[in-house]
């Protein structure tokens, strides 16, 4: 009974060129792995632009959220930023006013001049 062959991998990776074809005309089971790797060598170059273009539509996905998180962030920290009411709040828990900051105020709550 014969042994299948197994230096199909050990002559196409590590043998050149010529080598490799006079083994492959000489064993059957070599000749029979090299044209199943042909096929899918060929499948591998037909889906390539497949793959090309689900990863080019990938990174315009990931570049339109940096842009959208870049905008939102810049846009509610801008509106923090402006309203102190807001920033107050989410620092001290409640609003400042003109008497908590230690300023004169009226018995209205309103800044006097002096």
């Known amino acids: ?3 299948k062959c197994n230096k199909y991998e050990a002559f196409f990776t590590f043998r050149n060129d010529e080598e ?4 492959l005309a000489e064993c059957e089971d070599c ?4 044209e199943k790797m042909l096929k899918v060598s060929e499948l591998l170059k037909e ?7 689900k990863r080019k539509n990938l990174a315009k996905v990931k570049i339109a959220c940096a842009l ?4 939102f ?5 801008g509106i923090i930023n402006l309203n102190t009411d807001v920033s107050d709040t989410l620092k001290y828990g409640t609003a400042l006013s003109a008497e ?10 309103l800044i006097t001049v002096e």
């Open 100 to 109: 908590d900051l230690g300023l004169p105020v009226d018995s209205y709550g």
């Open 20 to 23: 490799f074809n006079k083994h």
């Open 68 to 71: 959208f998180m870049l905008m």
């Open 47 to 53: 889906v390539r632009p497949y793959y090309k273009e």
């Open 1 to 3: 009974m014969k042994d």
């Open 31 to 34: 000749r029979l792995e090299h």
């Open 73 to 77: 962030s810049g846009t509610t920290l």
